[in-house]
Nanobody, 117 residues
Framework: QVHLVESGGGLVQAGGSLRLSCAAS????????MGWYRQAPGKQRELVAR???????TYPDSVKGRFTISRENAKSTVYLQMNSLKPDDTAVYYC???????????WGQGTQVTVSS
């Protein structure tokens, strides 16, 4: 079992920055990749960023160049640096950890990010 705890959400003006953190505990050696997803009201949950244990990153075009995911393997912690935030980035952000053996997903409780115009 893996437990994920997120922190760092909040309210920011458009153009501002926020940094999200996610600490994993439990059987963390089973995790192959970690990532961030977001879900806005009335919309499906979507991938924001993903990073593998080896450091390979993936971003959708909507955040590429503005968001950066990083990881401290020793601490089983992943970060999401969000710059040049837009009102469209407003959503609940969820930390995700994917088990390597069967791609089972663990989820955090979510943290609200609100970007005002």
């Amino acid at each position: 079992q893996v437990h994920l705890v997120e922190s760092g959400g909040g309210l920011v003006q458009a153009g501002g920055s926020l940094r999200l953190s996610c600490a994993a505990s439990g059987i963390t050696f089973s995790i192959n990749s970690m990532g961030w997803y977001r879900q806005a009201p009335g919309k499906q949950r979507e991938l924001v960023a993903r990073i593998t244990r080896g450091g390979t990153t993936t971003y959708p075009d909507s955040v590429k160049g503005r968001f950066t995911i990083s990881r401290e393997n020793a601490k089983s912690t992943v970060y999401l640096q969000m710059n040049s935030l837009k009102p469209d980035d407003t959503a609940v952000y969820y930390c995700n950890a994917r088990r390597g053996v069967d791609a089972f997903d663990y989820w955090g409780q979510g943290t609200q990010v609100t970007v005002s115009s």
